[in-house]
Nanobody
Framework: QVQLVESGGGVVQAGGSLRVSCAAS????????LAWFRQAPGKEREFVSA????????YYADSVKGRFTISRDNAENMVYLQMSSLKPDDTAIYYC???????????????????WGQGTQVTVSS
């Protein structure tokens, strides 16, 4: 079992930067694949980025590629999402998610992930 707690959300102007964090606790966190999803009001939850247990493999949604960077610190059991060049369309609740035995073919699927945090709100003002 893994517990996930997000932090770092807030309000930022368009073009600005923000880093959200996720603290993971539980056994063998370093072997879990970790991901960020987001959900805007009235929309379905969508994939943002994912990272393998070792941190050696990362994935990004096309909409954030080149602007967002995912990273993890297995010594601290943390995963981060550094967001830059933010746009109003990035406004959403950002969720951290985890899955044991990360399957690269399903990294963007909500149903792939068995553990979720409570989310942190990111608002980008125009």
């Amino acid at each position: 079992q893994v517990q996930l707690v997000e932090s770092g959300g807030g309000v930022v102007q368009a073009g600005g930067s923000l880093r959200v964090s996720c603290a993971a606790s539980g056994r063998d966190v370093s072997i879990y694949g970790l991901a960020w999803f987001r959900q805007a009001p009235g929309k379905e939850r969508e994939f943002v980025s994912a990272i393998s247990g070792s941190g050696g493999t990362t994935y990004y949604a096309d909409s954030v590629k080149g602007r967002f960077t995912i990273s993890r610190d297995n010594a601290e059991n943390m995963v981060y999402l550094q967001m830059s060049s933010l746009k109003p369309d990035d406004t959403a609740i950002y969720y951290c998610a985890a899955v044991l035995f990360f399957r690269s073919a399903y990294y963007s699927s909500v149903s792939e992930y068995s553990h979720w945090g409570q989310g942190t709100q990111v608002t980008v003002s125009s």
